[in-house]
């Protein structure tokens, strides 16, 4: 297993604000397939463990200096009972990652079975109180989105590529946007994934959306 990397574009100078880790296997298999395979054999725990350390050791340290690194985690990762020791562990072994890991969680946390859980919101306050930061991945458009993003105030809300795709042609996928940009701010900043073609490129620009992500800018690679 290793981890490739896909950058975030700052879209206001064209430069480079993070680079987001992605499971990758030999010989290649959807990750989806290897966590489910995991989950199956009751090991997803330890399997996104391994994931969150190893993107954080093939990570040039030279980037971590300058750049954010974007970590993918699971909701029952978060609630697990070892998730605390985890972390200190983690940061007892690389404690130059202080305040530049970002981790993703994706649209599994606002399902009700976690979400309703108390200890998956005092995790993120324990994740925030030790330097890290949050990010809601995929976020569906509903009222427990927003809601949620009040209630948290996550660093980072990110959107799909269906919400990219077309979106230079398409008035439904602007004002989708411009609604959530309505609802974050400078410390809640807007992530728009997916972007595949120098016109969607322009048009997210347009709008004034700041951190931008897909192929059109870089495909994942390993550093």
Known sequence: MYSEYQPLLNSSND???AHEALMRTTPRMNPLIVLEKARDNGILFELDTYCIKNAV????????????????????TIVHHDFESFINKLLHLFPTIRGQIVF??????????????QIFMSRLLFLKSNG??????????????????????PDFVKLDHT????????????????????FTNKEIKLVLEGIETKNDLLAAKQLGVPILQGYYISKPKRL
Do not use: C, R
């Not at 993703?104 to 859980?117: C, L, M």
């Not at 569906?140 to 949620?148: A, E, I, L, R």
């Not at 919400?163 to 309505?182: H, M, N």
């Open 15 to 17: 430069t480079i604000f």
């Open 57 to 76: 050791i093939q990570y040039p340290s030279f980037y971590l200096k300058s750049h954010l690194l974007f970590i993918n985690i699971l909701p029952t």
């Open 104 to 117: 993703e969680i994706n649209e599994e946390a606002i399902q009700k079975n976690i979400w309703a859980q």
């Open 132 to 153: 890290f930061q949050i990010a809601f991945d995929d976020l569906p458009v509903t009222k427990d989105s927003f809601k949620m993003i009040e209630i948290i105030s």
């Open 163 to 182: 919400k990219s795709k077309g979106l230079s042609v398409s008035i439904e996928k602007q004002a989708l946007v411009s609604l959530f940009l309505e």
